[in-house]
């Protein structure tokens, strides 16, 4: 074959795939790329409130090892990290995930965690744990030249303003005489609380990360519903009793320009309610454990993944983690609306449903 029609060979096939391989003389391999063209790759970020280090269900934390090593999702935000009897949790998890042929990186931490399948190259405090008002790290990695931060919450489970319409006080938790709907009383309550507090801090680190060319993404907790899910189409479901209300931490990130992920995908909040909390656990035998407000509806969505908008980033799936059934006036039901649910692979480790995230990510 001449040197000739070997270049024409290479100048038809460039434009027909993204990458080609050709053959010249002397056994010289060569690599053509289309013009135009980038390679991505797919990042996975899984969420999950762990309740206890899933020391609350029998053989919980064997379940989290086993859920983590079966997903092997790249970037894992965790709530409800304890340390007991001075364990670090994460650098425990990171060790029996080892064992199981799963390599993670982690850095020591108070009431939430991170993992992360790739280096860390820092990591830092951004609202530190105090009086059980709950806390959020970052950590920063590269994979593949993109660097990422990430960032694990678990807010301040205090004032749990959600409950007042429900005729709940979410201070002492304990029923009210009647249901409250003043939005006034309602944002008083939710204020006392200090996760307004924390994502007004976690917004400012992260515009800086941003601004630097960072990939953005935070799981958490939040121990409060979003206004994407109390609007009118459902102030007459789920116990709102009338009930539309701007809740302050998705208001706050949504004016940051925040995403939320799974309501990005679903933006119906009567067809995919998307409920977190309270999961149904069969392991739990007594309901009183899995319920803090037993003769209303409390279904809420409090679990989040949140990013910020990135031209290298795009959003492919977010689902529900966990079991189909969640906990309604005391009882035990099953999902009737239309998620879709990444269901557990046996035990599963807590009270909470998680989320599982993939992300595309174009490559430099």
Wanted: charged share 25%.
């Amino acid at each position: 074959m001449t040197k000739s029609v070997i270049l024409f060979l290479i100048g038809v096939l460039s434009f027909m795939s993204t990458d080609v391989v050709a053959f010249g003389g002397e056994g010289n391999v060569a690599v053509v790329k289309k013009r135009g063209s980038k390679s991505s790759r797919d990042v996975v970020v899984m969420q999950l409130n762990i309740w206890q280090e899933g020391a609350t269900v029998p053989g919980g934390y064997k379940a989290i090892v086993n859920e983590i090593s079966h997903h092997y999702p790249d970037f894992i935000t965790l709530s409800e990290v304890r340390n007991y009897n001075g364990v670090d949790f994460t650098a425990k998890l990171v060790e029996d995930l080892a064992k199981e042929g799963k390599v993670y990186y982690s850095k020591k931490s108070e009431d939430t965690g991170l993992l992360s399948r790739y280096p860390i190259s820092s990591f830092d405090t951004i609202f530190p744990l105090a009086n059980d008002c709950g806390s959020i790290y970052k950590l920063v990695a590269e994979t593949s030249g993109v660097k990422f931060a990430v960032y694990t919450a678990h807010l301040d489970y205090k004032n749990y303003a959600s409950f007042l319409p429900r005729g709940y006080d979410g201070a002492t938790f304990q029923p009210v005489a009647a249901p409250v709907v003043d939005l006034k009383v309602i944002r008083a309550q939710n204020l006392k609380s200090m996760r307004d507090d924390a994502i007004t801090l976690f917004i400012a680190d992260a515009e800086k990360e941003s601004d630097a060319g960072s990939i953005v993404i935070i799981g958490g907790d939040f121990n409060e519903p979003s206004h994407l899910d109390w609007t009118a189409k459902t102030k007459n479901l789920y116990d709102h009793n009338g009930v539309v209300y701007k809740w302050d931490v998705s208001m706050l990130l949504q004016k940051a320009g925040f995403v939320d992920a799974y309501r990005e995908l679903y933006t119906s909040a009567v067809t995919h309610p998307g409920f977190t909390y309270p999961s149904d656990n069969v392991d739990i035998e007594n309901l009183g454990q899995l319920t803090w407000a037993p003769t209303v509806d409390e279904r809420d969505r409090i679990d989040f993944i949140y990013y910020y908008p990135n031209s290298k980033l795009s959003l492919l799936s977010c689902d529900v983690y966990g079991p189909s059934g969640s906990i309604v006036k005391n009882k035990r039901v099953e999902e009737s609306g239309e998620d879709k649910f990444i269901l557990p692979l046996d035990v599963w480790p807590t009270d909470h449903k998680g989320l599982i995230s993939t992300f595309k990510v174009q490559l430099d």
